[in-house]
């Protein structure tokens, strides 16, 4: 019987699998497993996936998870107003 895939984060769309074929390809630390898989990346900036991934990460590697590392958090380089994020782009006040 085959175990289904469990979503690790929902922002991105990434599952189990993909961080464990991640972590089985050379991805050592969280910064790297976020490059490769692309956890972490979206609107809520690894709030909701960064405690599984981190764990996952520790027990494949046998580390702890506080010796797995941290993400970096890049903000937008030019802030965007949220008015056209929302679809209403207009004068600017």
Do not use: H, W
Not at 1 to 7: A, E, Q
Not at 83 to 88: D, S
Request: glycine share 8%.
């Amino acid at each position: 019987m085959t175990t289904p895939k469990r979503i690790v984060c929902a922002c991105e769309d990434v599952n189990d699998v993909e961080l464990r074929e991640a972590i089985e390809a050379g991805c050592a630390d969280l910064e790297s497993l976020k490059r490769l898989t692309g956890f972490a990346t979206g609107p809520c900036q690894g709030k909701t996936c960064l405690t599984l991934a981190r764990q996952m990460l520790a027990e494949a590697t046998g580390a702890t998870p506080e010796a797995v590392g941290a993400i970096t958090f890049r903000p937008p380089v030019q802030p965007i107003p949220l008015r056209y994020l929302a679809g209403q782009e207009g004068d600017e006040a």
